[in-house]
């Protein structure tokens, strides 16, 4: 299998973000093309980007900034993949960014497992995939007095911590986009780690911001077993960032 990461740089305007977006659809030769977070802006552009796709071959996972299909549907940050050159809406969006929205919020990580189980997660020629958006990596904390040991955020709910770890040891990649790099890449190498654990693969690529040039390491990351792997390919240029990996 053939993973393909894409990041996008934040600074280009909406229509250059969209052509470059359909163009590397189209010449994608892998099996799963990962955009980062924010990959297209909104409804108009996933209904331009049905009528442009012509790859059949890959399963492609992008987000829209925000959704408005109709009065009753106003989210942002939702999920949709590409199969088969169709588009279909996977119905979830972000549940939350900071470890302080879902620290202690029992009810929030309770609606969040049953989201993971029934919605975030589809498979790739016989490989289970799973979803976590941006920021929801802080459904791992780590305990700092352990060298940064990971573990469960909610210590307390040994229910949904064992259903969160029953649902991660049946998939075999976790694919995490993200909008923009993440901070304290001490702890979140430690969480990488674990996601990856028991010979899972492990996916994230983010939007360049401001700090971060377009061939920065720290825009991607990738993990199988809880060791990093190293790009087969890779390919830059003014708006893109690409790595391919082989033989997942």
């Not at 980007?49 to 989210?75: C, H, P, Q």
């Not at 999920?79 to 588009?87: A, M, N, P, S, V």
């Not at 923009?180 to 994230?204: H, I, V």
Request: glycine share 4%; proline share 1%.
């Amino acid at each position: 299998m053939i993973i393909e990461l894409v990041s996008l740089r934040n600074s280009i305007t909406k229509k250059k973000r969209f052509d470059v977006v359909s163009e590397i659809i189209n010449q994608s030769e892998s099996d799963i093309v990962l955009f980062c977070g924010h990959t297209i802006f909104d409804w108009n552009d996933c209904i331009e980007l049905s009528s442009r796709v012509t790859n059949i071959d890959s399963l492609i996972l992008f987000e829209l900034n925000k959704t408005d299909e109709s009065s009753f549907i106003r989210r942002k940050n939702c999920l949709f993949r590409i199969e088969k050159g169709q588009i279909l809406n996977m119905f979830t969006n972000q549940f939350f960014a900071t470890s302080q929205e879902i620290e202690g919020n029992e009810l929030l990580c309770e609606h969040y497992i049953d989201e993971l189980e029934t919605k975030r997660c589809f498979s790739v020629k016989g490989k289970k995939c799973l979803v976590l958006q941006c920021g929801e990596i802080n459904i791992i904390k780590n305990i700092q007095k352990e060298n940064n040991r990971p573990v469960f955020r909610l210590q307390n709910r040994i229910d949904l911590e064992k259903r969160f770890f029953n649902l991660l040891n049946s998939v075999d990649l976790v694919l995490n986009p993200a909008h923009t790099p993440m901070g304290n890449q001490g702890k979140m190498e430690k969480r990488r780690e674990m996601l990856s654990a028991n010979k899972r693969y492990y996916f994230s690529t983010s939007n360049s911001d401001e700090k971060h040039l377009i061939d920065s390491a720290g825009l991607q990351y990738s993990f199988y077993d809880g060791h990093r792997l190293n790009e087969t390919t890779r390919e830059i240029n003014n708006y893109a960032q690409i790595r391919v990996f082989v033989n997942v």
